[in-house]
């Protein structure tokens, strides 16, 4: 039921591209990215309804696959800031309730 | 406060001893949630308010675990008996669920550690 996240772990150099996949075998009603700096809480990035939406925060968008059930998070052009875990939430049934389950993470480093 | 706060930020307590873990939500949110957090792994929701009622507690590991917020705003999260593998980040979060963002915002959580 735990989505499955991929890659593990991305060392990238500044200005650098990467993206992150998570993907479910369960139907998903919504799709949640967050960021984890180490000792911090994790921060809202941006959240995906099934419908197949393409959201964007700056240099960081997002996809969901509904029909495969599997979210994109894309990271442009990264910053030093970019660094820390990834992890997307998903939520499914049929209502938007924010009872998540989070994939194990992806840690970013970016590298200067 | 601005945020979502929580206390203790860190407790060691003896294997067998009871704890208890506050969190203190964003003024007016109508949701909040318990999650865990094992070392190098993501958050497992434990439970949810809406209010001060429970809606889910599916999560919660066993019966040792036991969460309250009896007004409304304040919750808390006991654990009796603790054992070695309730070691964990306790993450609380807070949604105002009155729009479709659906942003859960975190507290830092409250570290324990059962020795």
């Known amino acids: 039921q735990q989505p499955v996240q991929s890659p593990q772990a991305v060392i990238l150099r500044e200005g650098e591209d990467a993206v992150i996949n998570c993907s479910s075998s369960?139907?998903?009603?919504?799709v949640h990215w967050y960021r984890q700096k180490h000792g911090e809480a994790p921060v809202f990035l941006m959240i995906?309804?099934?419908?197949?939406e393409q959201k964007g925060h700056d240099k960081i968008s997002a996809s969901f696959n509904e029909k495969k059930q599997q979210s994109s998070l894309y990271l442009t052009a990264s910053q030093l800031s970019y660094s820390g875990t990834y992890f997307c939430?998903?939520?499914?049934?049929?209502?938007?309730?924010?009872?998540?389950?989070f994939g194990q993470g992806t840690t970013l480093q970016v590298k200067p | 406060g601005a945020g979502v706060s929580q206390s203790p930020r860190y407790k060691v307590a003896k294997r067998g001893q009871d704890v208890a873990l506050r969190c203190d939500p964003i003024?007016?949110?109508?949701?909040l949630f318990w999650y865990q957090q094992a070392l190098g792994q993501g958050p497992e929701f434990l439970t949810y308010?809406?209010?001060?009622?429970?809606?889910?507690k599916s999560g919660l590991p066993s019966d040792r675990f036991f969460a309250e917020r009896p007004e409304g705003s304040v919750s808390t999260l006991k654990i009796q008996r603790t054992q070695q593998e309730d070691s964990a980040v306790y993450l609380c979060?807070?949604?105002?669920?009155?729009?479709?963002?659906?942003?859960?915002?975190f507290g830092e959580g409250s570290r324990l550690t059962v020795l």
């Open positions: 979060a807070s949604s105002a669920r009155d729009s479709n963002t659906g942003e859960l915002f």
């Open positions: 369960k139907a998903l009603y919504s």
């Open positions: 995906l309804l099934k419908g197949g």
């Open positions: 939430g998903t939520e499914m049934g049929s209502s938007n309730t924010g009872k998540l389950i």
């Open positions: 003024s007016g949110h109508v949701s």
């Open positions: 308010f809406q209010n001060e009622a429970q809606l889910d």
